[in-house]
């Protein structure tokens, strides 16, 4: 009995000494608090925390009160202030640069400097405090992402809400048969309808995560950086062995993680379901920003085969695929967005267009793939400024103003990559 005491107690200090050092190291890991079970959303990260990410770039990531990549945020706008939120996945979330480094604070950054003027009741132009709000998560859906706004968004009384919308995984996670995740709330089509399906709720896994034990776990983990240290190195063994797997049967990856199938026109059901229940979750989007007096903006981000440097890249993807190019989804969407009347920018042509006049790529990093995966910190730049432009264009018409000069120059065209 006095041994196993006295080999509790080294085990104990042998932790706390560990747990001294990786905190003296400033080790920790976002991806190990990044998914905390939430009975509206799925998932969203842990609260107050500030953890590194460091497998695709590197940054430090700091989550607010209510578990989002960002500030704190009054909930009363203050007077003068031009609230924008902004909505997405992992390109708005960015958890690979720094804060400021992001696009939408690139864009709040812009509009600050006075990019575009905002006119007041009686017709005076006048520069506002601009306040950018992110509710974007790594791995959210178009359905998150609108859950996001319903559930959240709306009591900001925004001005401006931005829909960013990832032309590589967003079709398929809007499809519960294409995408299988188990934490994920799913909106489907009942007639011309949304209607929700929360069946994750009963799924295993949330189950768990809510359950004592699995609360503990989570708890234990958010805290304690050995616990974090043992996850990190669990997914490094997962990732490893995801590089290696085999395609699932009837899907060709051409880029890492983007079904080839988004190229093309839909000829399967559940592809027909994905891009109808998208193009429904757009309409909807529109319609419930505008109700909340808003005015939406869906800001189209595209993969890295896209907006490859060298032009040889995206048509050499077409003709292994057998598609005249790459520009089928950005086509379809842009029409939608139209359709209901849905401001929207055109990243793939503004970033392809740039990033083929500078020669370098604007996503990946020295640490993943250059050229495919995330945008980098030059991408950021790119997207934030367009975005800006864009946004000022969107406010200048709905105050029936001729958009500036600056703002005319921006990539919500219909042209076509």
Same mark, same amino acid.
């Given at each position: ?23 003296? %190291? ?11 079970? #939430? ?28 578990? &989002?990549? #960002? ?19 992992? &390109? ?30 009686? =017709? ?26 319903? !559930? ?30 188990? %934490? ?6 009942? =007639? ?6 929360? =069946? ?28 974090? *240290? ?39 059901? #559940? ?6 229940? *998208? ?22 981000? =595209? ?6 440097? !060298? ?9 292994? %695929?057998?598609?005249? #190019? ?7 969407? %842009? ?24 020669? *370098? ?57």
């Amino acid at each position: 009995m006095y041994s196993l005491a006295l080999t509790l107690i080294a085990v104990l200090i042998a932790m706390l000494l560990g747990e001294a050092s990786l905190r003296l %190291l400033g080790q920790s890991y976002y991806w190990a608090v990044a998914r905390q079970p #939430d009975p509206q959303l799925g998932w969203r990260p842990a609260p107050a925390i500030s953890a590194w990410q460091r497998f695709e770039g590197e940054a430090l990531v700091e989550t607010n009160a209510l578990g &989002f990549r #960002d500030v704190e945020h009054a909930l009363s706008k203050a007077p003068g202030t031009l609230r924008i939120v902004v909505l997405g996945d992992s &390109f708005t979330e960015a958890v690979q640069v720094p804060l400021e480094q992001t696009w939408w604070r690139v864009m709040q950054s812009s509009l600050h400097n006075g990019v575009c003027a905002v006119s007041a009741p009686d =017709g005076r132009p006048v520069q506002a405090r601009v306040e950018v709000l992110n509710l974007a998560v790594s791995g959210y859906s178009t359905a998150q992402a609108l859950l996001a706004w319903r !559930n959240i968004g709306f009591r900001f009384e925004p001005d401006a809400v931005v829909l960013a919308f990832f032309l590589g995984n967003d079709l398929i996670e809007n499809a519960k048969a294409l995408d299988h995740e188990p %934490l994920r709330p799913y909106l489907t089509l009942d =007639g011309p309808r949304l209607v929700l399906d929360d =069946g994750f709720l009963s799924s295993p896994e949330y189950r768990f995560k809510t359950s004592l034990f699995g609360r503990i776990i989570d708890g234990l983990v958010v805290h304690a950086r050995i616990a974090q *240290t043992v996850v990190q190195a669990w997914h490094a063994i997962r990732i490893n062995a995801h590089a290696h797997r085999e395609v699932p049967a009837g899907r060709r990856w051409l880029e890492p993680g983007v079904d080839d199938a988004l190229y093309r026109e839909p000829d399967t059901e #559940d592809w027909r379901r994905a891009w109808s229940v *998208t193009e429904a979750m757009l309409a909807a989007f529109a319609a419930e920003v505008r109700e909340a007096g808003a005015q939406p903006l869906l800001f189209v981000a =595209g993969t890295g085969a896209q907006v490859h440097p !060298n032009p040889k890249v995206p048509a050499t993807f077409a003709a292994r %695929l057998g598609v005249p #190019d790459l520009g089928y989804p950005v086509r379809r969407l %842009l029409q939608a967005a139209s359709e209901q009347d849905l401001p929207a920018i055109n990243m793939p042509v503004v970033m392809a267009t740039e990033a083929e006049r500078r020669g *370098t790529p604007l996503h990946g990093f020295d640490n993943s793939i250059v050229g495919f995966g995330h945008w980098n910190a030059d991408g950021h730049r790119v997207a934030g400024q367009a975005a800006a432009d864009a946004l000022c264009q969107t406010i200048a018409l709905h105050q029936g103003r001729q958009p500036s000069a600056e703002a005319q120059g921006t990539g919500t065209s219909m042209a076509r990559p």
